[in-house]
Each structure stands twice: as C-alpha cells, then as structure tokens.
C-alpha cells in the first residue's frame, strides 16, 4: 500500500471545526482512502472513507483534493471524546487489509 | 450484536514463559486479522485468515509465534518463548470477506507486559 504523511499532533478548541490533513501523493487510482481514530486504551474504529469524491457520514466528513494526493478529515465540532489518535490510511485492491501510520494525535481542549 | 471479543485483556509474564490470546470475531465476518501495537505507534498487521487459511503471514515472527483459526471462527495468537520485545498490545480485527472498501472492526486488544 502506498505511504501517508501526517502531522504528528494537533490541538483543537471543544465545539470548534477541526481539519486533519493527510498527504498521499502515490496514491495509485485504486487505492481508497481510509480514516480511523484510536480511542486511549480502544482498538482503532472505523471513521469514513472515500475515492475521489466528498462524503459525509454521522461522524464526519472527507474532503478529498481533485488529484487525490491529499486529503482531509473533518470534525465539524470537536468534543472532548473525539480525543484520539487519528489514522489515514491507503487501502488498494492487494490484499483485505490495513496498513497504519503513525497517525495524528488530536488534543481537544475545553 | 456483540462486537470482536478479546480476552484476556491484561497478562503479565516473565520471559520464557508461554501465552496465548483468544479472539472470537463478529458472526459472519470470513476475515480475521491479528496486529501487534507497541506503545506510540500504530497498529502493524501479524497475520490475516480468510476463513481457516492464513493468507498472509509474513510479518508474523515463526520462530516464537504461531496462530490458528479452526473451523474458521474464533481464532488463538500464540507465543512460546515471550521475550521481552513482545510487550505490546496485540489487537484481533474482523472484516467481511473481499472488498478495499470494508471496514474492520476492531477489539479492545490484550496488553502483554514480559517481565
């Protein structure tokens, strides 16, 4: 699977929007583009997922750029328990599985 | 419906010794994944099954480790001898069988700490 970039941590005010960056520029045309988050002391879960256009889903939103070498995570109002370990991560057609990064940890502050 | 089950969720060994870890996934899930996650980092896949068939192994250390997936359900993460590099969390993963585009539902993990 292709390499993402991210930032290693970033600090957001409770009930504000939060943007999470994630760099892919190999991304190959099959590839999707997955986001989890890791809870303290949870296993990952799933948060979205896309291939080249915007979706949304109960949790968020994921804005992907025309080329498809970046893409964001969107948080549209930060709460204390969106406090984690956010993962992007590139899921081909080799293979039914995950391969991690070390991801963006996401400080929310009351 | 209840999610991926894990247990223990704590053991605490000293090298040399044995320990296994058990994973029941989600009813209907045909694919299991074992990761290990050392602290501060992300998740690193062990072994995937499909079904009983481990498909892909090879970040799996064969020396020490070993899993089994019988009758293509539950599935045991065994390392005999522990060394102390193994403190990790090790996570069990299922996913209905195929597609780029599934998700994987994830346990709360068990935490081995080798003394």
């Known amino acids: 699977d292709a390499k993402t970039t991210q930032p290693n941590s970033m600090e957001s005010n409770e009930e504000e929007p939060v943007h999470l960056p994630c760099n892919h520029s190999?991304?190959?045309?099959?590839?999707?583009i997955h986001w989890y988050r890791q809870l303290p002391s949870q296993g990952p879960e799933y948060v979205i997922h896309?291939?080249?256009s915007n979706v949304n889903n109960r949790m968020a939103s994921l804005a992907i750029a025309e080329d498809r070498k970046s893409s964001t995570l969107i948080l549209h109002r930060a709460t204390l328990r969106d406090a984690a370990v956010y993962y992007c991560i590139l899921r081909g057609n080799a293979g039914n599985m995950l391969t991690f990064g070390g991801g963006t940890r996401l400080m929310v502050k009351p | 419906e209840a999610g991926v089950v894990q247990s223990p969720r704590y053991k605490i060994i000293e090298k040399k010794q044995p320990v296994a870890f058990w994973c029941n996934p989600i009813?209907?899930?045909?694919?299991l994944y074992w990761y290990r996650q050392n602290l501060g980092q992300g998740p690193e896949l062990l072994i995937r099954?499909?079904?009983?068939?481990?498909?892909?192994d090879s970040q799996l250390p064969k020396d020490r480790f070993s899993a089994e997936r019988l009758k293509g359900v539950d599935s045991t993460l065994k390392i005999q001898p522990a060394e102390l590099g193994d403190s990790a969390v090790y996570l069990c993963a299922s996913s209905l069988t195929g597609q780029n585009t599934g998700e994987l539902f994830f346990g709360e993990g068990s935490r081995l700490t080798v003394l």
């Open positions: 190999t991304i190959s045309g099959t590839d999707y």
């Open positions: 099954y499909e079904n009983e068939e481990a498909v892909d």
């Open positions: 009813s209907g899930h045909n694919t």
């Open positions: 896309g291939l080249t």
